[in-house]
Structure formats: C-alpha cells, structure tokens
C-alpha cells in the first residue's frame, strides 16, 4: 500500500497564478482532509471531506477550493495564489474504525513570490 | 472549540535522559487525543493515541502518554531519550470529540537530544 500521496512535491507560484495539488489514497478511508504547516503554528485545517460526496471548510479555508473527486482523491485548488499561502500543505485520510487516526502523505511545499 | 496547548517551543534533554513533552487540551467533549511526530522534510506519524479507554497509552519507539481528565493532560514520555527521537511532536485533538471533521494541533515541540 503507498497510504497518501500527494503531488506536486515541491511548487513555485507567482501572485496570482492558480494551481491544484492532488491527493489520493489507497486505505478505503472515508475522510480526508487538506492542512497547511506554518512555521511556529502547528497544522491548521484547510477543508474535509467526511465523506465522498460532501466537503467543508475548516480553520482556513479563504482561498482555497476543494473537489472530492472519489472515494479516493481529494484535491486543493489555488484560484489565484498569494504570498501568504507560501506553506507545507498536508492531506490526511483517516476512518472511523481507527478512531479518525490521521494518516498523512508526505506534503507539497509550495512558494508563491 | 477545542483547542491545545504544548508548553515549550524547544526542549532540549541528554541522551538517556527522560523526555518529557506537555500537551493541555481543552474540550467542551470527551476528547480524542493524539502525538504525532515529524521527521525533517517528511509526514507526520502517529507515535500513540488515546479513545477513551486505557488511560495509560503506549505508543511506538518507547514513548507513552498518560490521559489525566483532572489536568485536562495528556504529557508524553520516554525513560531514556535516544539521538533518533530528535523530532517536532505535535499533540492534537479530535475537533468534534471522535468525529471526522479533523484534528486541531499544538504548535509543536522541537526535541534536541545533546550527546
């Protein structure tokens, strides 16, 4: 099983350009989630999705969209990047049999200048 | 809304030394508690978690963390520290007490191990 995987790996934007990072796993989990790690401020939450077919927003979701494509993929959309979205972005999947334990992919860093 | 608290940005500690990170939480819900652990340019990684049962938990590479309802705790430790748990140790806590609407974390703790 690869888990969660994630890309890009590694993004430079400049203002205003949009991109989407892809996320997918291979767990069967229900759940998944978008986080963004700043330096000296943990992991926030972005957007979730407790089930295919529904998404909502989490701590921060201003300027972000999200598409539960499946089961499986949960992608992050950037409309029009700032430079205040420069961070390490994390997908999780997580299911109720495991008490919504996070299991992550291994994160995209993204620079936007 | 919960929230967490993790006292200490940077902890520094000996080798064979005993670790100690704090974690307090605050939950209007019986809580889901977690540590997660963060290598250098890599993913988080449950070290252990607590559901309500045991209040003792034992995770992985020798930590434990012990629930305490009391103190609103959940500190985790290790007897004897080792140069590889060199780490950020994030606590966190389920955002609906068990629900799948995501964790909110700790700003993290830095681990230095001094040899």
Excluded at chain 2, 3 to 18: M, P, R
Excluded at chain 2, 33 to 42: D, E, K, R, T
Aim: hydrophobic content about 30%; proline content about 4%; overall charge neutral.
């Amino acid at each position: 099983n690869a888990g969660v995987t994630q890309t890009p790996k590694f993004q430079v934007l400049k203002t205003g350009q949009s991109m989407t990072l892809q996320c997918a796993q291979d767990m069967n989990h229900n759940s998944m989630y978008w986080y963004r790690q700043d330096p000296g401020m943990g992991l926030r939450l972005i957007y979730y999705s407790a089930s295919e077919g529904t998404t909502d927003k989490g701590e921060v979701p201003n300027g972000y969209n999200v598409s539960r494509l499946n089961k499986r993929e949960f992608s992050l959309r950037l409309e029009s990047a700032a430079p205040s979205q420069t961070s390490v972005y994390f997908c999780a999947s997580s299911e109720l049999e495991q008490s919504y334990e996070q299991y992550f992919g291994p994160g995209t860093r993204l620079t936007v200048t | 809304a919960q929230s967490v608290t993790q006292l200490g940005s940077h902890v520094s500690v000996s080798e064979g030394a005993l670790v100690l990170l704090r974690c307090n939480y605050s939950s209007s819900v019986p809580p889901y508690l977690f540590w997660y652990v963060q290598y250098p340019n890599q993913g988080l990684q449950l070290l252990l978690k607590y559901t309500s049962a045991a209040t003792l938990v034992k995770g992985i590479n020798g930590f434990e963390a012990e629930f305490k309802k009391s103190e609103t705790s959940f500190h985790l430790t290790k007897p004897s520290a080792h140069m590889s748990d060199a780490a950020e140790y994030f606590c966190a806590v389920s955002i609906s007490g068990g629900g799948a609407d995501g964790l909110t974390f700790g700003k993290g703790t830095h681990l230095i191990i001094q040899p």
